[in-house]
């Protein structure tokens, strides 16, 4: 079955860049099928949505409109994995970071999660 | 950008009763875009319910989900105690942005 797992340095500097990388199995993510998500969660907080990427090339990954002076999402076919990098961050930016699978037609919804990886930014 | 507004913040009740929660959007969305989620401590959250009204995999038809124009519902009749988590919705929209609400807490009373 489709798995997605994070791994992701676990303590970040204040103005270094985050770079988190999901590993995804089950299915290639150049298919063309699917989105390939990040969305990131504070302790005690809710859900944000950082941003997507697809295979196809045809357009650039869409970000969220507060985050996207920061933040990049890519692909590397041939390991299988798509990438966070945020730069400049801040005590805000400690989450949990969450790799999903977006489905574009049909369901519309993000139907799998990695189980999440916490990242700290402290000095 | 929708924004999406949960009520209530906490709701506590029994196993047996049921739950009602609220999504109310700032602009009606595309009820095909509109899912709800449920997070248990310490998992990343689950898709319970897409295109408003259609279970995904798995979703027991205790949860149901409605809505139209800006206000959408969950209903979880017969609470079993695994249900007991956090709820949120979430909206797709263009120019691409995916929003949450804030979630509801379903508590145990």
């Known amino acids: 079955q489709v798995q997605l797992q994070e791994s992701g340095p676990g303590l970040v500097k204040p103005s270094q860049t985050l770079s988190v990388t999901c590993s995804v199995s089950?299915?290639?993510?150049?298919?063309?099928?699917?989105?390939w998500a990040w969305i990131r969660q504070p302790a005690g907080k809710g859900l944000e949505w950082i941003g997507r990427?697809?295979?196809?090339?045809?357009?650039?990954?869409n970000y969220n409109p507060s985050l996207n002076s920061r933040v990049a999402i890519s692909l590397d076919p041939s390991k299988n994995q798509f990438l966070l990098n945020l730069d400049s961050v801040t005590a805000a930016d400690t989450a949990v970071y969450y790799c999903?699978?977006?489905?574009?037609?049909?369901?519309?919804?993000?139907?799998?999660w990695g189980p999440g990886t916490v990242v700290t930014v402290s000095s | 950008e929708i924004v999406l507004t949960q009520s209530p913040g906490t709701l506590s009740l029994s196993p047996g009763e049921t739950a009602t929660l609220s999504c109310r959007a700032s602009?009606?969305?595309?009820?095909?875009?509109l899912g709800w989620y449920q997070q248990k401590p310490g998992q990343p959250p689950r898709l319970l319910i897409a295109?408003?009204?259609y279970r995904a995999t798995g979703t027991p038809d205790r949860f149901i989900g409605s809505g139209s124009g800006t206000d959408f519902t969950l209903t979880i009749t017969r609470l079993e105690p695994e249900d007991f988590a956090i709820y949120y919705c979430?909206?797709?929209?263009?120019?691409?942005?995916?929003?949450f609400g804030q979630g509801t807490r379903l508590e145990i009373k």
């Open positions: 999903a699978r977006w489905v574009p037609s049909g369901l519309i919804a993000f139907d799998i």
């Open positions: 295109a408003t009204f």
């Open positions: 990427i697809h295979a196809s090339g045809s357009g650039s990954p």
């Open positions: 089950g299915v290639s993510i150049s298919s063309g099928h699917y989105f």
């Open positions: 602009q009606s969305p595309d009820s095909a875009h």
């Open positions: 979430r909206v797709y929209s263009v120019p691409v942005t995916i929003t």
